[in-house]
């Protein structure tokens, strides 16, 4: 990462001082390596990650696409498939990983969420993506280019590109998927579902804690998820951060370098939870509060409870769940469940219950 970083100011500073060509560097390919043990070690990190993501998902799911409708224009169409290329992985040790693994330049399926149109019609992890629509897909070649674009704006452009063709594919209402799995070519049509773009992702961090990330985004500590436990106590947490997203509780990122670090921290997070690197700076980072006040957790709290409930998820699991949370844990510092809190949450539960037997569409009452 640090190479590429120095790569994108030298760019920078190469466009600023007026210069007309861009030298093109050369750039070393990571050899794959590694003894025999740290690359199972490694297999077995990357693919326990990976499992964990596609749960999340799949957990996340049903809050994410029954409130679509407050998600304003962050929607997508979502098929439910998380993959990667090989060149996704760029540590020497991941690459070996990787081809032990199976991982080539084509996507990678490394997840299938639980539950989505693309689970049902059966595709894996493990599986290969050959084409979209009828499109061959091309592979995922480590470029120049790619590794510019992918330093100074966090997003891989093949990436971006595989996500706009099925979006675009999925304004029709389907859009088919050919995988291969061993040698086997497959074709499944999928009718994508349309869901608020926010994705959760589980992060290497021993303490309880949950925050945003630069691009809105749901980070969960692996503290915190190991703790949660059930469907139900991390669809929760998932409400909660969601809660305060749309709520505007927390400032919208303004500067396009803070955004590109959220890219490149998710894209990591989407690969090995941030393993390899340090998630302490992402959830102690100084620049983003963990605090939001008083008022506002008491808004979120409400708030996370209608989402829930929107999704036919029952309210009273968000109280039984914030009540178990050990006093002694820094997340409580911030989330602290006394009489203050716990009254309002009961209040907003009878509010939803009162709603749901009149019938009445469940929109907050305005404070
Ligand atoms: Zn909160």
């Known amino acids: 990462m640090y190479i590429q970083f120095r790569l994108a100011i030298a760019t920078i500073a190469i466009l600023l001082s007026g210069c007309v060509t861009i030298p093109r560097p050369e750039i070393p390919l990571a050899e794959p390596g590694g003894s025999t043990r740290q690359i199972e070690k490694r297999v077995r990190l990357l693919e326990e990650n990976w499992s964990r993501q596609a749960r999340i998902a799949g957990i996340a799911q049903p809050i994410l696409t029954a409130n679509s409708d407050l998600c304003g224009s962050r929607v997508i169409w979502d098929v439910g498939v998380q993959w990667i290329t090989l060149n996704d992985l760029d540590d020497p040790i991941d690459k070996s990983a990787g081809l032990e693994i199976g991982v080539t330049e084509y996507p990678y399926v490394t997840g299938v969420t639980p539950g989505s149109p693309a689970f049902a019609a059966g595709l894996r992890s493990g599986d290969t993506l050959r084409a979209i629509d009828g499109d061959s897909l091309n592979k995922d070649l480590w470029t120049f280019e790619r590794q510019r674009t992918y330093a100074t704006t966090g997003r891989n452009r093949y990436r971006s590109h595989l996500e706009s063709v099925v979006q675009n594919a999925s304004r029709d209402g389907a859009v088919s998927i050919e995988y291969q799995r061993e040698s086997t070519h497959y074709t499944i049509e999928l009718s994508p579902i349309r869901r608020c773009d926010y994705n959760v992702f589980v992060l290497a961090y021993l303490d309880l804690a949950s925050q945003i990330s630069p691009t809105q985004d749901i980070l969960i500590s692996s503290g915190l998820y190991s703790y949660a436990q059930s469907d139900s106590d991390l669809q929760s947490i998932v409400a909660h951060e969601l809660a305060h997203v749309l709520a ?6 303004s500067t396009e370098q803070h955004l590109a670090r959220g890219h490149e921290m998710l ?11 340090n998630s302490e700076v992402v959830f102690s980072n100084p620049t983003s509060p963990r605090t939001y006040g008083r008022r506002l957790e008491l808004e979120a709290d409400s708030l996370a409870m209608y989402l829930l409930a929107r999704a036919e998820i029952e309210p009273s699991k968000y109280i039984d769940f914030w009540k178990r949370i050990p006093a002694e844990t820094p997340l409580v510092h911030t989330h602290v469940v006394d009489k203050v809190r716990t009254d309002n949450l009961e209040a907003a539960h009878r509010e939803i219950q009162k709603k749901i037997d009149a019938g009445l569409p469940l929109i907050p009452n305005e404070s």
């Open 248 to 253: 505007k509780h927390r400032p919208r990122t």
């Open 267 to 277: 894209g990591q997070a989407m690969i090995d939870g941030m393993e390899t690197r």
